[in-house]
């Protein structure tokens, strides 16, 4: 059953069009990569399906129960960001916001889901500590404990490894599939096409002369997907 289903999508600011004519759709299980140049819309989809942006044509529907505010994010992080004075456990609990309403406080179903995925990132040893105190994969992983807590169906992920080193990149990855393959559906932007093409079971190629959607082995088959990976170096992955 589709998730996410978007039609004649026009994207842009104003009236100004970044992207036209959009049609794809994301199954419960998918793993999807949105790819393409810098500049070429990815970041500003992501809005739109969060419902930050208003798109300036088309449509875009949520199935299978879901709402916009059921969707764990994780955006790019700011230098700001990086540096915000709050415990682990605050920033993580901070993603059960949609369930809290007009109460005050987090109740207990709350707080022990909090719990439950720092645990299942790892994280739980790390609690009380301040978020700018720790490392960059980390904070990324406190960051997908705080998205998971606000979804059970879908994560939208922002380049989740920008600016951190191989071990830790391969280790995020690692976790993102681990967390796709137990049922969460995953959409990721991603400048990194190999890994793209290792992990997803779905390319969304943006920007460019041409739009492409399909499988994994679709898109290095197609002429945007053979340009795009040569461009990138990302040949056979």
Excluded: W
Aim: a neutral charge.
């Amino acid at each position: 059953m589709a998730l996410i289903t978007c039609r004649d999508l026009a994207l842009g600011y104003e009236s100004h069009a970044i992207l036209e004519h959009l049609n794809f759709s994301v199954n419960a299980g998918d793993y999807l990569c949105v790819v393409g140049e810098n500049g070429s819309g990815k970041s500003t989809l992501m809005r739109t399906m969060l419902g930050l942006q208003k798109p300036l044509g088309g449509s875009i529907a949520f199935g299978d129960g879901m709402r916009p505010n059921e969707v764990g994010y994780l955006p790019q992080q700011s230098a700001i960001q990086k540096d915000f004075p709050a415990t682990v456990r605050e920033i993580v609990l901070s993603g059960c916001q949609a369930h809290v309403g007009r109460r005050a406080f987090y109740n207990q179903s709350e707080k022990a889901l909090a719990l439950e995925n720092l645990s299942r990132l790892g994280m739980v040893e790390h609690q009380r500590r301040c978020y700018r105190e720790l490392s960059g994969g980390q904070q990324q992983r406190v960051l997908l404990a705080r998205a998971l807590c606000a979804t059970k169906k879908l994560l939208l992920l922002d380049e989740p490894v920008a600016g951190l080193d191989p071990k830790v990149t391969a280790e995020m990855y690692a976790l993102i599939e681990r967390l796709n393959r137990e049922g969460l559906t995953v959409v990721m932007i991603s400048h990194d096409i190999a890994a793209a093409a290792h992990y997803a079971t779905h390319i969304l190629h943006v920007g460019g002369d041409r739009t492409f959607f399909g499988t994994v082995d679709e898109y290095r088959r197609s002429a945007p997907g053979r340009r795009f990976i040569a461009l990138e170096g990302g040949g056979d992955a």
